[in-house]
Antibody, heavy 116, light 113 residues
Framework: EVQLVESGGGLVQPGGSLRLSCAAS????????MTWVRQAPGKGLEWVAN????????YYLDSVKGRFTISRDNAKISLYLQMNSLRAEDTAVYYC?????????WGQGTLVTVSS | DIVMTQSPDSLALSLGERATINCKSS????????????LAWYQQKPGHPPKLLID???TRGSGVPDRFSGSVSGTDFTLTISSLQAEDVAVYYC?????????FGQGTKVEIK
């Protein structure tokens, strides 16, 4: 069974940093692109970043470029999102999802709250 | 960026009725190399992550009931629920993966009248 489990969310002050993790199981992680999608409270879905199987390609939403870094460790079967210079508008549930095209499996999400 | 515009924002129907949700892309998401539309639909129930229903505009995901179907006409996409069930209460999103950044529609909330 495919499982994606996010962790690392929490309350952080504006300008602070957080590192989100996504632990994968039930599939060959190194064969898949992976994606981060976020959802602000009561709002819709927003694509954040994705990454190729070997890390050779990474793409970002313009509003997070230079602040967020997507990475992965295929040996540890994990995806990461390093978030720096956080802003109030980054407050959201962050989901990791499998895929480059459609996203066929999603984690339950981890809540990031940016507030003083 | 490709803008995805869904309509309506919400709809309330009786059990067994047909639900139709529309999504319009601001530019084509049809690939000339494989003649496929790079468009997916997701269902999100309260407190849960999204679930893939349909990709490539009309291909149902694994285990998705056949009352869900997708169609396309140019840059207009439609998700149809042929006979609304209580468990279909959710927000539905379209999603283009033709170009980066990937973008989603704003969502359509489906309720039972």
């Amino acid at each position: 069974e495919v499982q994606l489990v996010e962790s690392g969310g929490g309350l952080v002050q504006p300008g602070g940093s957080l590192r989100l993790s996504c632990a994968a199981s039930g599939f060959t992680f190194s064969n898949y692109w992976m994606t981060w999608v976020r959802q602000a409270p009561g709002k819709g879905l927003e694509w954040v970043a994705n990454m190729a199987q070997d890390g050779s390609e990474k793409y970002y939403l313009d509003s997070v470029k230079g602040r967020f870094t997507i990475s992965r460790d295929n040996a540890k079967i994990s995806l990461y999102l390093q978030m720096n210079s956080l802003r109030a508008e980054d407050t959201a549930v962050y989901y990791c999802a499998r895929g480059w095209a459609s996203l066929d499996y999603w984690g339950q999400g981890t809540l990031v709250t940016v507030s003083s | 960026d490709i803008v995805m515009t869904q309509s309506p924002d919400s709809l309330a129907l009786s059990l067994g009725e047909r639900a139709t949700i529309n999504c319009k892309s601001s530019q084509s998401v049809l690939s000339s190399s494989n003649n496929k539309n790079y468009l997916a639909w997701y269902q999100q129930k309260p407190g849960h992550p999204p679930k893939l229903l349909i990709d490539w505009a009309s291909t149902r995901g694994s285990g998705v009931p056949d009352r869900f179907s997708g169609s396309v006409s140019g840059t207009d996409f439609t998700l149809t629920i042929s006979s609304l069930q209580a468990e279909d209460v959710a927000v539905y999103y379209c999603h283009q993966y033709y170009s980066t950044p990937r973008t989603f529609g704003q969502g359509t909330k489906v309720e039972i009248k």
